[in-house]
């Protein structure tokens, strides 16, 4: 099982993150950086490794993720999401855990496009009495 991987998809947004989850000493790499460089803040790399704490398996998987559009934090949603559910493909029972969690629900929503006559999605014109 040297380079057997579970591979998922996870998107937030307009950024998708391609999830390979294989066993190792618990490295995570994003778009070939380590974690700490890509994500530098600690709620960020909070986000995209709490699938793994709340299973209790932070170090026995290696995690190799690429992503790509949106910006930092929808990024680091969709790496959870992919996160999320490369570790069900690997094992169905942690589906309920996670679930739990709220882990394996992709979050719909997504900007509003923006309409004739107003200023954006929903902001009208200043009124003017005179």
Do not use: H
Request: glycine share 10%; proline share 3%.
């Amino acid at each position: 099982m040297a380079n057997k991987y579970f591979q998922a998809i996870g998107r937030r947004k307009t950024a998708t993150a391609q999830v390979r989850l294989s066993e190792g000493s618990g490295k995570i790499v994003v778009n070939g950086k380590p974690l700490k460089t890509f994500f530098t803040t600690e709620e960020l790399q909070g986000v995209v490794v709490r699938p793994l704490k709340e299973v209790g398996k932070t170090d026995q998987f290696d995690v190799s993720i690429k992503t790509v559009g949106g910006g930092v934090v929808g990024q680091a949603e969709a790496s959870r999401l992919g996160i999320a559910r490369a570790l069900v493909e690997m094992e169905e029972a942690l589906k309920t855990v996670l679930k739990a969690c709220g882990l394996m629900t992709r979050d719909p929503r997504k900007k509003e496009r923006k309409k004739f006559g107003k200023r954006g999605a929903r902001r009208s014109p200043q009124w003017r009495k005179r």
